[in-house]
Nanobody, 123 residues
Framework: QVRLVESGGGLVQPGVSLRLSCAASGRTFRRYGMGWFRQAPGKEREFVAAFSRSGSSTTYADSVKGRFTISRDNVKNTVYLQMNNLKPEDTAVYYC????????????????WGQGTQVTVSS
């Protein structure tokens, strides 16, 4: 079992950067593919980015490609989401999740979820 705790959210102005962290418990962290999802008010939760178990592959939603970067530190059991050039449409609750699959964009394949961290982009 994996317990996930996100941090790093906040209120920022458009154009600035923010880095989210997701700390995972358990010794089996490196066995999981890790992903970030987000849910904006009144919308369904959507995929943002994912990192493979091996750490060799990443994938991103088109809406964040080129602005967001996902990374993982298997020593610290932590996954990061570096978000640059934030836009108001990036406002959402961001969730970290762990999947037994190697790399997935599908929510149903993620078995463990954090509680979420709020990111608000507004001038």
């Amino acid at each position: 079992q994996v317990r996930l705790v996100e941090s790093g959210g906040g209120l920022v102005q458009p154009g600035v950067s923010l880095r989210l962290s997701c700390a995972a418990s358990g010794r089996t962290f490196r066995r999981y593919g890790m992903g970030w999802f987000r849910q904006a008010p009144g919308k369904e939760r959507e995929f943002v980015a994912a990192f493979s178990r091996s750490g060799s592959s990443t994938t991103y939603a088109d809406s964040v490609k080129g602005r967001f970067t996902i990374s993982r530190d298997n020593v610290k059991n932590t996954v990061y989401l570096q978000m640059n050039n934030l836009k108001p449409e990036d406002t959402a609750v961001y969730y970290c999740a762990a999947s037994s699959l190697w790399l997935s964009m599908t929510q149903d394949s993620y078995h463990y979820w954090g509680q979420g961290t709020q990111v608000t982009v507004s001038s």
